[in-house]
């Protein structure tokens, strides 16, 4: 590894799909895991904090930037190797996610098919243990290969360990502070795809499941709701679902029922069983019926014209009013339902 290279100033919009934000003062490049190594105990030595960038899909940066290094992963490489009946994939952090999905779709290989089209990087996606047409990362995940900044040393985790859940993982809590160098899946050859998602059941319409079909069903259903990142999409600027699926007790599920039918909704309220018996809502539907409208605008921020979860920023507007108008939905939102929706992307410098 050469010299550690650190820029200063960087802008950091154009590194987010929102395309918001100001600079990092620091930033650094890390192509490979030395410098991933090198960048913390340069920033250590500064006394600066650190956040690292991947794909930056998932990102909100406040206007002011982030007053610290920020070290983007650009490592590279995805590996296979023959592990009992599975084929084990190792993919580092700084390959795209898409890329990788594609890949072994076309080898045959199942377990990511439904997770197509989705953007940002590989090491992003046990964080957020991201999910999409009824897969998880977390369904296939076996392993994930992290750096420790504080004891600076990297270590194999085995999934079991990071205590998955529905857009959560421990990364997200106590092991917040590792970074994720790879991840390894136990994907199965000449595998079907498992359909477990009513909406993309009727999509295939009875036609085979063969790992491609389902790839593109998914693309499909993907780009009608404004969710697959497209340069000629006006409302490409985005972070997929500003917000979660609240997650709530049965009690409070009726009472959001009671609450929609007292208000003269006729729509059922969507929501699903969870395995500990707790109910997922829908946020996009509680988000449409507190009366905020798909394409509704607050200048150069607003609501996508085709999935009311979806933020979307028009161009020349400001990480503050994309904020503003997400405190505007979550107080509609709980003045109608008594629901307090939760932001999903993660924010820097605010
Ligand atoms: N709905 C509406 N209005 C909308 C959008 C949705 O009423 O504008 C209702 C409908 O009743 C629909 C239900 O919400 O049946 C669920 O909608 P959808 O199938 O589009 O899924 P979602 O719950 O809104 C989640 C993920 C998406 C993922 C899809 C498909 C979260 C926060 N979002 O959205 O993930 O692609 O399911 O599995 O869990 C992301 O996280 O960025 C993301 C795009």
Same mark, same amino acid.
């Given at each position: 590894m050469s010299a550690l290279a650190v820029r200063a100033g960087v802008p950091l919009g154009p590194r987010t799909t929102l395309g918001l934000g100001g600079p990092a003062r620091a930033f650094v490049e890390a192509r490979d895991e030395a410098t991933v190594a090198a960048a913390f105990a340069w920033a250590s030595a500064q006394g600066l904090e650190v956040a690292v960038l991947g794909g930056g899909s998932n990102l909100v940066v406040a206007d002011a930037g982030f007053d610290g290094l #920020?070290?983007?992963?650009?490592?590279t490489g995805i590996n296979e190797r023959p592990a009992g009946d599975a084929v084990?994939? $190792?993919?580092?952090?700084?390959?795209?996610?898409?890329?990788? *999905? %594609?890949?072994?779709?076309?080898? &045959?290989?199942?377990?990511? !098919?439904?997770?197509?089209?989705?953007?940002? +990087? #590989?090491g992003a996606t046990p964080v957020q243990n991201v999910g999409a047409y009824g897969q998880e990362v977390s369904d296939t995940l076996v392993s994930v290969r992290v750096f420790d900044p504080v004891s600076r040393e990297i270590r194999q985790l085995a999934a079991t360990t990071c205590e998955f859940a529905y857009r959560d993982s421990m990364f997200k809590h106590h092991g917040r502070h590792l970074v994720v160098l790879a991840a390894t899946f136990a994907l199965r050859p000449g595998g079907e795809a498992q359909i477990r998602y009513a909406e993309l059941e009727r999509a295939l319409d009875g036609a085979?499941?063969?790992?491609?079909?389902?790839?593109?069903? #998914?693309l499909a259903l993907r780009r009608n709701k404004g969710m697959l990142l497209e340069a000629d999409d006006p409302e490409r600027r985005t972070a997929g679902s500003f917000f979660t699926n609240p997650i #709530?007790?049965?009690? !409070?599920? !009726? %009472? *959001?029922?009671?609450?929609?039918?007292?208000?003269?909704? /006729?729509?059922?309220?969507?929501?699903?069983a969870q395995t500990d018996g707790r109910i997922k809502l829908a946020a996009g539907w509680l988000i449409e019926k507190s009366g905020v409208t798909r394409g509704m605008s607050r200048g150069a921020v607003g609501v996508s014209r085709r999935h009311a979860l979806a933020l979307?920023?028009? &161009? &020349?507007?400001? /990480?503050? +009013?994309?904020? %503003?108008?997400?405190? $505007?939905?979550v107080e509609t939102v709980h003045a109608r339902f008594g629901v307090t929706l939760r932001r999903e992307p993660v924010l820097w410098g605010a």
């Open positions: #920020v070290v983007a992963i650009a490592t084990h994939v $190792e993919a580092a952090a700084g390959e795209s996610w898409d890329g990788l *999905v %594609a890949r072994t779709v076309d080898a &045959g290989l199942a377990g990511l !098919e439904c997770l197509s089209g989705i953007p940002g +990087s #590989v085979p499941r063969d790992l491609a079909r389902v790839r593109r069903a #998914v #709530v007790g049965v009690a !409070e599920a !009726e %009472a *959001v029922a009671q609450r929609a039918r007292s208000l003269g909704i /006729t729509a059922e309220l969507p929501r699903w979307v920023h028009h &161009g &020349g507007g400001t /990480t503050a +009013s994309l904020l %503003a108008l997400a405190d $505007e939905i």
